[in-house]
DNA sequence: AAATCACCCAACCGCACAGAG
DNA sequence: CCTCTGTGCGGTTGGGTGATT
């Protein structure tokens, strides 16, 4: 006998969530830290079942996702994960810790699928072609599980040896940075301001449709959505023009200042100045201080970017089998 | 301008697993 | 052990949107 559905109970919304949603939950999650997802429905007065509330988190509003445009690399990387891994999209995204599983598994069944499917045919070359030939030869299930495990070794190797203070990377000047360059550009930036960037980036999408659809009331069913509320009348300050448009201005360096200015307002954290190290602001309590800091810790260059380049060096060197035979 | 098509992706569904009691 | 609950994961769906006719 199978588990009942977790969202069978009546009057639980489905579909699409509403920018007043998304504020509520990370509000909530602001305060209290992503877990114990039963309490967020109640706590928070939404309508939603809490798996659906856990999803929407990490899928969508969680800090440190970088969404679309995926880059070659990341493309290669995927496609030689999935032939050595198959259908394990967790333990893809494990390796691009800044795209959600959905995202990658997305990206697959719409994209790289169909354009493999092609390359298999014979109609498009290129180092695609030769890479998913090499890397389709299908190799035991015990060898890739120590492959990744050796992986695994080297990838907390290489971390060690960035976060020791004398190897650190150097951050780029604070002039440097343009903010009107798309969120990949500011993986140079501090942890704290990745994070942060990319929240913003997050919020920004939620906001451009509550920008379209303001509510004429928001529903005041508990004490975190009374505070909610207030940092609704905050954005309200927002300026609507510039947050109108095609969905290309999302990315607009402009509306993302605005929206630093808004997301501080919203939230009491630090501006978006690539020269302050700053963590979040210290109203968080402990239990989010610390999730948010973990998040931040996922989007930094220091995680993202250093195992990646050997993790990168093993998965698309087209001479790994001689890496193969040192290693097995 | 309207209709149709194709694609994208957020969200849902259902199963599996782990841990607590 | 067994049950219950929370969470993770992969497959699938359907609404929205842009492209094409």
Redesign the pocket.
Known sequence: M??P???DKEGV?????TPEEDIILVSYIQEHGP????AVPTSTGLS?C???C???W???LRPGIK??NFTEQEEKMIIHLQALLG?????IASYLPQRT???I???W???LK?RLKKLESGTEGGSLGNMYNSASKPIPRGQWERRLQTDIHMAKKALNEALSPNKMVPLPEPNDTNLSNDIGSIKQATPSSISYASSADNIARLLKGWMKNPPNKVSSKSNSIMSTQSSLNNLAGFDTASSEG??SNRANGSTNVELSETFESLFGYGSLDYSSNSEFSPSLSPEASTFFQDESRFGTTSIAEIPFSLLEKWLLDDTKSSLDSTLF
Not at 35 to 38: D, I, L, P, Q
Not at 87 to 91: K, T
């Open positions: 199978g588990r559905p977790c969202c919304k489905k579909g699409p969530w877990g114990n997802w039963r939603r809490s798996k659906s856990r999803l929407r990490t899928n969508y969404r679309g259908n394990r999209w967790a333990a599983d959905n995202d598994k997305n990206y069944n719409t994209y169909k095609t969905p």
